[in-house]
């Protein structure tokens, strides 16, 4: 007799809060309330950072630029972000969280993968841990989250925008591998705008599409994305929440209003990225050691200097420095530069160095 031992069907909660920047702005200053709201940019320049949902009913969201935001909805209210309270706020959730599970895997500061199959407190039913999770996050900060309850994590991160906001829904093995075929791949996680007009002239529109080419086909044409698409087509994914994910960089960008071609000006814009990158190492005792530099020019052609030191920067005037010492190796410009980045990897968490991986923190 042969005993075949099936491992559990796993439990994954994605939790995801619900216009997470603008509905913070909107709980802390009650004129806010009601009304369009972006984060970030500015009526003249920049990006919308996020958007309140009475801005995103005028086609207002993140990523777009703030022209085009005050074009749609002219009475949109630009706020600047306060990435402190962020913070803080994301920290109160994550300790809710803990009390489920020490399997979280946070995306951003508004969202994180929980496996709850083992959970602290012995609950078996999904649907109930993030019902609960979500009454706590309320009950606490006052906000509203969303969450998607399935058998692995690319499901739960579909299901947790299906009742958005303040709603959740659940996937099943049973209706998971359907509702895989019915969605257009342009919806799925993991897949660009790029990457669904390239699956569109393969005629992959949907996840059926999807799941009528072979491993093979997709692996010529897609690469090592391959065989993720052809196992999400099937509404197989395997990966683990991994609590512990390890992160490579920390940086900051900015794009210019105005195009800039002095050096001394470029210069000046270089420091406040390096204050920015600074103090989240500082505050999360990092450490690293190779400064990058990234410069994209008015043509949209970008370029990039690194240095790697011996020993990790030693603080804001070094990491200053360096950036500038590169900055200079590309100068004269050969374009006009519209975007500056400061990035700094080979991170340790503990210069003194037990090894210890660092948790995933986000700017
Ligand atoms: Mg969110």
Redesign the pocket.
């Known amino acids: 007799m042969t005993v075949t031992i099936q491992p559990p069907v796993r439990k994954i909660i994605h939790v ?5 920047y603008a509905s913070v702005e909107q709980r802390d200053n009650p004129d806010l309330r009601g009304k369009p709201l972006a984060v970030g940019g500015s009526a003249a320049r920049g990006v919308v950072a996020a958007a309140s949902y009475e801005a995103r009913v005028f086609g207002v969201h993140s990523a777009m630029p703030s022209v085009t935001a005050k074009r749609r909805c002219p009475d949109l209210i630009f706020v600047p972000p306060r990435f402190e309270v962020y913070k803080a706020v994301s920290q109160q959730i994550r300790e809710i969280f803990a009390e489920y599970t020490a399997l979280i895997e946070p995306l ?1 500061l ?2 994180a993968y929980l496996d709850v199959t083992e959970n602290l407190k012995k609950m078996m039913v999904a649907t109930e841990i993030a019902m609960e999770i979500r009454a706590r996050i309320k009950q606490t900060t006052g906000l509203n989250a ?1 969450a998607g309850i399935s058998y692995n994590k690319f499901l739960a991160k579909m299901a947790s925008d299906l009742n958005k906001p303040n709603g959740q829904a659940v996937i099943t093995p049973k209706n998971g591998p359907g509702f895989v075929e019915a969605l257009p791949v342009k919806k799925f996680h993991g897949v660009g705008p790029a990457t669904a007009e390239r699956m569109k002239m393969h005629g992959i529109e949907t996840g059926a599409d999807l799941k009528s080419k072979s491993l093979q086909y997709l692996t010529e044409h897609f690469g090592k994305s391959g065989p993720y698409f052809y196992d999400i087509a099937r509404g197989i994914d395997e990966r683990q929440v991994r609590p512990d994910r390890i992160r490579k960089s920390v940086g900051a960008e900015d794009t210019f209003a105005q195009d800039i071609d002095d050096l001394e000006l470029a210069r000046a814009e270089l420091r406040p990225l390096a204050e920015k990158v600074w103090r989240h190492c500082d505050t999360n005792r990092i450490a690293g050691k190779t400064v990058t530099v990234k410069i994209k020019y008015s043509d949209f052609s970008q370029a990039t200097r690194s240095r790697t030191g011996t020993l990790p920067v030693s603080g804001v005037t070094d990491l200053f420095q360096a950036a500038s010492e590169l900055l200079a190796t590309v100068y004269p410009f050969r374009r006009p530069v519209r975007l500056l980045g400061v990035t700094l990897s080979s991170l340790t968490n503990d210069p003194d160095g037990d090894g210890r991986p660092q948790l995933d923190l986000d700017l």
């Open positions: 995801d809060m619900d216009a997470f951003s508004d969202e969303s």
